[in-house]
T-cell receptor, first 115, second 115 residues
Framework: NAGVTQTPKFRVLKTGQSMTLLCAQD?????MYWYRQDPGMGLRLIHY???????AKGEVPDGYNVSRLKKQNFLLGLESAAPSQTSVYFC??????????????FGAGSRLTVL | AQSVTQLDSQVPVFEEAPVELRCNYS??????LFWYVQYPNQGLQLLLK??????LVKGINGFEAEFNKSQTSFHLRKPSVHISDTAEYFC?????????????FGAGTQVVVTP
């Protein structure tokens, strides 16, 4: 049981380049989330999805887009990377409320550097 | 909206000494409370959670936390730490009214255990 898998683990981009981070979960979870982690700021929610084909904005959505075409995958895209997007990105998944009460399972993270 | 304040950014502690990590939250609605741990270069894993019932919650690796509603606190304690407890610890809250399981994280507390 792999849980939540993120690819790639590391990436270096130049300003203006685009890229996609992939998150895959094998637990049949309905809910998926993308967070970014920055020193002294904890984790902040970028976007989330409560089911296949649905996405919603979190606390810091600007500069990012997401898609959930398949239940098991949640993609985070940067169309034009900026140095302010240098961060560690975490994907998480969760069962619906009432079936496990908000216990998120996290991936190992993807470290992105934008030069 | 909810907010979480972790009162210490870094806590140095000697091996076999006790440790307490402080967490205060603010919310206009009732919340679930969580502590997550992040070991170096890894994702987050759940230490313990408070959903309802007894205000003293026991988690993995000998950690426990006490929910104090009047003081809106959820402090984490361990009576005797090991070198392997060196990690970053995050307090998080989720509103009971949030059907999507979104978590609001504190900024984190880095625990450094030395011999």
């Amino acid at each position: 049981n792999a849980g939540v898998t993120q690819t790639p683990k590391f990436r270096v981009l130049k300003t203006g380049q685009s890229m996609t981070l992939l998150c895959a979960q094998d637990m049949n979870h309905e809910y998926m989330y993308w967070y970014r982690q920055d020193p002294g700021m904890g984790l902040r929610l970028i976007h989330y999805s409560v089911g296949e084909g649905t996405t919603a904005k979190g606390e810091v959505p600007d500069g990012y887009n997401v898609s959930r075409l398949k239940k098991q995958n949640f993609l985070l895209g940067l169309e034009s990377a900026a140095p302010s997007q240098t961060s560690v990105y975490f994907c998480a998944s969760n069962r619906p409320a009432g079936s496990g009460a908000n216990v998120l399972t996290f991936g190992a993270g993807s470290r992105l550097t934008v030069l | 909206a909810q907010s979480v304040t972790q009162l210490d950014s870094q806590v140095p502690v000697f091996e076999e000494a006790p440790v307490e990590l402080r967490c205060n939250y603010s919310s206009s609605v009732s919340v679930y409370l969580f502590w997550y741990v992040q070991y170096p270069n890894q994702g987050l894993q759940l230490l313990l959670k408070y959903l309802s019932g007894s205000t003293l919650v026991k988690g993995i690796n000998g950690f426990e936390a006490e929910f104090n509603k009047s003081q809106t606190s959820f402090h984490l304690r361990k009576p005797s730490v090991h070198i392997s407890d060196t990690a970053e610890y995050f307090c998080a809250v989720s509103a009971l009214t949030d059907s999507w399981g979104k978590l609001q994280f504190g900024a984190g507390t880095q625990v450094v255990v030395t011999p």
